[in-house]
């Protein structure tokens, strides 16, 4: 399922260090209009939307979310960096140094040698949204990322800010054919223990030596009477 975060992140030219952080809460199955807008402010002032791209991370180290575009749906001429790539590129770098306007190299540029993997995800965004992220759905969590802005054309600043997203993931609704099958085999299996036991009680209840005192009644009367009559004769 595709949702992109609906988000205004405001980022400061003059203070980049004093950023305003903002929480938003996110349905898994949401419209797809909805996507992250970052947001340039001169201390207090609006200056205006930021449309150059940007590249963000989760700060606690989650991984389960991805990107929607891959490097040739975005129509990149050669392989385009990615996270994994600057890292293995910088080894002893934090992440808010390895990939920023001073190591950002477009795909869209064509150049000498192999064009290299292009069915790997698109990690780039920008604010035409045609690449997303994508949220897991099995479960809901909170995901705290930092979000730079890498296009060298946009500012000689390191534009940066902080930015949490709380999602919740899709309950489904019951298969209805599920549960009537589950409903039928349960009823089934009830019946068949009590048709079971029935029979089983009946075999038992043969098998025993039953005597009717009613019949036994008539019989020792039946003893008593020639005796009687016996007696009387003599």
């Known amino acids: 399922m595709k949702l992109l975060a609906s988000i205004s ?9 004093v950023l305003r952080t903002k929480l938003t809460h996110l349905f898994v199955g949401c419209p797809p209009s909805r996507h992250i807008v970052i947001s340039r402010y001169d201390g207090s002032t609006f200056v205006k939307t930021v449309e150059a791209n940007f590249v963000l991370w989760e700060v606690q180290g989650r991984s389960d979310y991805n990107y929607n575009s891959s490097m040739k749906q975005v129509g990149c001429l050669h ?26 190299r477009s795909c869209f540029e064509s150049k000498l040698g192999p064009l290299g993997d292009l069915n790997q995800q698109y990690q780039i965004l920008n604010h035409s949204s045609y690449n997303s992220l994508i949220w897991p759905t099995e479960y809901s969590g909170i995901y705290v990322f930092r979000v730079k802005i890498v296009d060298p054309n946009f500012s000689f600043c390191d534009l940066n800010t902080i930015f949490a997203v709380r999602t919740y993931g899709i309950v ?12 039928v085999l349960m009823l089934s299996i009830f019946v068949g223990i ?10 038992i209840y043969r098998a025993l030596s ?5 019949l036994s009644y008539d019989q020792q009367d039946q003893t008593r ?8 004769d003599q």
């Open 9 to 17: 992140i405001s980022a400061s030219i003059h203070t980049p260090q």
């Open 79 to 104: 392989e385009a960096q990615t996270w994994f790539s600057m890292l293995k590129e910088h080894e002893n770098h934090t992440l808010d140094e390895i990939w920023g306007p001073q190591t950002y």
């Open 172 to 183: 489904e609704s019951p298969n209805m054919g599920k549960v009537a099958g589950f409903s």
């Open 194 to 203: 009590l048709v079971i036991s029935y029979f089983r009680y009946v075999k």
């Open 210 to 214: 039953y005597v009717d005192p009613l």
């Open 225 to 232: 009477k020639p005796t009687h009559e016996l007696k009387k």
